[in-house]
Every structure is written in C-alpha cells, then in structure tokens.
Nanobody, 123 residues
C-alpha cells in the first residue's frame, strides 16, 4: 500500500519561509517521479514543482521559480519543498504526488497522492 505523508505546513507571514516534507512508503521511491501541487480554496489543483528520479532535473511553475526549491533524498524516501519569500497568493493546501513521468504538470499523470498540508501566508 502506497502512502505519501506531507508535513510542515503552517501559518507564516508574507516574506517568510517554510519547508514541506513528504515521506513515502510502499513504492519503489528511487524510481518514482515526484511532484508538488497546491490547491487554493475554491480552485483547481495547480502544479508547483517536480523532480526526476535522481534529483538531476527539477521543474517549476513560473509563479514559484526563484522562490521554491524541490529536492529528494532517495536514502530516506522523502521529497522536500523549500519555500522562500512567501506571498499571500501561495496560500493553499500543498500535496505531494508520485508518478512515472518526470516533470509532468498534469495531476492526472500522478498515480499516488498525499492527504495535503495547509500553508497559510498572512499579509
């Protein structure tokens, strides 16, 4: 049974930083393409960042480039999202996802999802 468990979301002031983590179990993590998505209240699920199997390639939504960094630790089966210079528009539930296609921005191409962690950025 595949499980993805996100952690690290909280309330932070604009301009602050947060680090999200996702712990995976039940899958061949080193072979999985991993991604982060977010969903603001009343909106669809948007791509944030993705990373290929060995961390050699990373992909970002234009809205977070230069502010967010995705990384992975295949020894610990974890993927992280470092978020700096946070803005109120970054407020959303952040989801970790695992799939087979590196860099995909489409939620439909990720087979497994976590339950999400809430990030709230106050102005």
């Amino acid at each position: 049974q595949v499980q993805l468990v996100e952690s690290g979301g909280e309330l932070v002031q604009a301009g602050g930083s947060l680090s999200l983590s996702c712990a995976a179990s039940g899958l061949n993590f080193p072979a999985a393409a991993m991604g982060w998505f977010r969903q603001a209240s009343g909106k669809g699920r948007d791509f944030v960042a993705a990373i290929n199997w060995n961390g050699g390639r990373t992909y970002y939504a234009d809205s977070v480039k230069g502010r967010f960094t995705i990384s992975r630790d295949n020894a610990k089966d974890t993927v992280a999202l470092q978020m700096n210079s946070l803005e109120p528009k970054d407020t959303a539930v952040y989801y970790c996802a695992a799939g087979a296609i590196s860099g995909s921005e489409l939620p439909s191409e990720y087979a497994y999802w976590g339950q999400g962690t809430q990030v709230t950025v106050s102005s």
